[in-house]
């Protein structure tokens, strides 16, 4: 049985940081890209940042939105993947979603695009306030 389950979120007040963790089971875990996607009310679910399985060489990939203040890292050995949140501000308030997408060949242009995603944890609260 595939699970995807997201742990880490919370409050932090603006300028904080906030680690979340994706646990991964039920798969060939570092055969898997790993994304992160966020949706925060009255928008769309947007792709935040990605992390290519073995086969793409471990490559990164963000939305320009998070570039130079979040950053995503991966322990195949634990089947756990990390994204590393610093200078949150309250734009950056949203329930969070780890996904597992097959292979590397689709990454180029689809990193961040929920399409290449084949299964998805249930979201974890972050909330960037004063």
């Known amino acids: 049985q595939v699970q995807l389950v997201e742990s880490g979120g919370g409050l932090v007040q603006p300028g904080g940081s906030l680690r979340l963790s994706c646990a991964a089971s039920?798969?060939?875990?570092?055969?898997?890209?790993i994304g992160w996607f966020r949706h925060a009310p009255g928008n769309e679910r947007e792709g935040v940042s990605c992390?290519?399985?073995?086969?793409?060489?471990?490559?990164?990939y963000y939305a320009d939105s998070v570039k130079g203040r979040f950053a995503i890292s991966r322990d195949n050995a634990e089947n756990t993947v990390y994204l590393q949140m610093n200078s949150l501000n309250p734009d950056d308030t949203a329930v969070y979603y780890c996904?597992?997408?097959?292979?590397?060949?689709?990454?180029?242009?689809?990193?961040?695009?929920?399409?290449?995603?084949?299964?998805w944890g249930q979201g974890i609260q972050v909330i960037v306030s004063s």
């Open positions: 996904a597992a997408g097959y292979g590397s060949s689709w990454l180029a242009l689809s990193a961040l695009y929920e399409h290449g995603y084949d299964y």
């Open positions: 039920g798969f060939t875990f570092d055969l898997y890209a």
């Open positions: 992390i290519s399985g073995s086969d793409g060489n471990g490559r990164t």
